[in-house]
């Protein structure tokens, strides 16, 4: 725990030509378990001192563990081991593009092997309890939710993933939520849309035009957060483009459940259907 502590110092001192008002302390050691605590989630803390990586696992019941490894770590099926942890993580984000998908494998593995392996026994077995990586340089780029193991199963698969800067920055937006949860909510700061009635959209190839499915599924998502906000959500007929422009101004929250749109093939880019071919400025 002390070399913990000392690392996040070390972390605080690399900044030490900045504003010191605008520095947060580092978090003591009983600081650090109470975040792990309140937060109900398995904390996974990376620092890299050059080839090593020293990984800190905080549990929610206050143990903490210390796992090394280093980039020799990461050969696997022939691979060299990278030069340092940024051709690690490029290496891994480039297998993840389209045409290289049978290299992703691979490489997936290989992250995983020197990132995960190392602290796969000490996370948690219920797929539903929540791992939040801190990770360090480059790292924050790592596609984490992507990893897989020596079995195929990527980490998403087994546990509830979050990334955050720091354990400061998780303590602060943690102590935020709370205070946003005990505030009240002034009328029209969140907009809930869920299942608007679809129109019928023209095929790219002039055939006759597609009306889209209705989504139940959305109209439940819907419903069930504006029961957790106390907000009535616009469904089905009710959400039309007037009644949402009306309010957007206000919303200071968004959610559209409904229908996306992705066309790469004539690189429209995104789209929310049933929007206006000409748009007012206001939206």
Do not use: C
Request: a positive charge.
């Amino acid at each position: 725990m002390e070399l913990l502590a000392s690392r996040l110092n070390a972390r605080t001192s690399d900044t030490a030509t900045q504003d010191p008002a605008t520095l947060a302390p580092p978090p003591t050691i009983a600081e650090i378990r109470r975040i792990a605590r309140e937060q109900q989630a398995t904390l996974v803390q990376y620092s890299i001192v050059g080839a090593q990586l020293y990984i800190w696992v905080v549990q929610p019941d206050g143990w903490v563990k210390l796992r090394t490894t280093s980039l020799s770590a990461a050969v696997s099926e022939g691979t060299a081991a990278p030069a340092d942890w940024t051709e690690l993580v490029v290496a891994t984000r480039r297998s993840l593009q389209v045409r290289r998908l049978r290299q992703a494998d691979v490489q997936l593995r290989r992250a995983h092997q020197v990132l995960i392996d190392p602290i796969a026994e000490l996370l948690p077995a219920e797929p539903t309890a929540r791992v939040i990586f801190i990770p360090q340089g480059a790292l924050f780029l790592m596609p984490f939710p992507a990893l897989q193991d020596a079995d195929g199963r990527v980490l998403v698969e087994k546990h509830a993933l979050l990334t955050a800067p720091s354990i400061q920055v998780l303590a602060l937006t943690h102590q935020q939520r709370q205070a946003r949860r005990r505030r009240p909510k002034a009328a029209g700061e969140v907009l809930l849309v869920g299942n608007p009635a679809m129109p019928a959209l023209p095929a790219p190839d002039g055939r006759v035009a597609q009306q889209l499915a209705a989504l139940p599924g959305a109209e439940l998502e819907a419903k069930t957060i504006g029961e957790l906000l106390a907000v009535e959500p616009l469904l089905g007929t009710e959400a039309t483009e007037a009644a949402i422009a009306a309010r957007l101004g206000q919303a200071r929250w968004i959610h559209l459940a409904t229908h996306g749109l992705l066309d790469e093939i004539q690189h429209l880019g995104l789209a929310i259907p049933g929007r206006s071919p000409r748009p007012q400025p206001k939206l």
